[in-house]
């Protein structure tokens, strides 16, 4: 049974910084290519970053230059570091394979960014 948990959300003023971690347990984390989703109100779930087992890595387009993903397979933790936080960038932020595994949803993290 793969469980991912995410933690580090929080309530942060525009243009500040929050890192999110995700632990991942019951699965061969390092060969997965990972990814940060997120969902806002009323809106669709969608990928904001994702990092291959080799480490490559890319961005939606919203989030380019301003959010880093990163992994330690070691821990068996994927990170996203979020800087310049913007209020459309508040959302419920999960973690989860890419692509998605239904069953590996997690509660995720609310990233909250007030102007």
């Known amino acids: 049974q793969v469980q991912l948990v995410e933690s580090g959300g929080g309530l942060v003023q525009a243009g500040g910084s929050l890192r999110l971690s995700c632990a991942a347990s019951?699965?061969?984390?390092?060969?997965?290519?990972m990814g940060w989703y997120r969902q806002a109100p009323g809106k669709q779930r969608e990928l904001v970053a994702s990092i291959t087992s080799g480490g490559s890595t890319d961005y939606a387009d919203s989030v380019k230059g301003r959010f880093t993903i990163s992994r330690d397979n070691a821990k068996n933790t994927v990170y996203v570091q979020m800087n310049y936080l913007k209020p459309e960038d508040t959302a419920v932020y999960y973690c989860n394979f890419c692509p998605p595994s239904l069953r590996s949803w997690g509660q995720g993290a609310q990233v909250t960014v007030s102007s």
């Open positions: 019951g699965t061969s984390f390092s060969i997965n290519t």
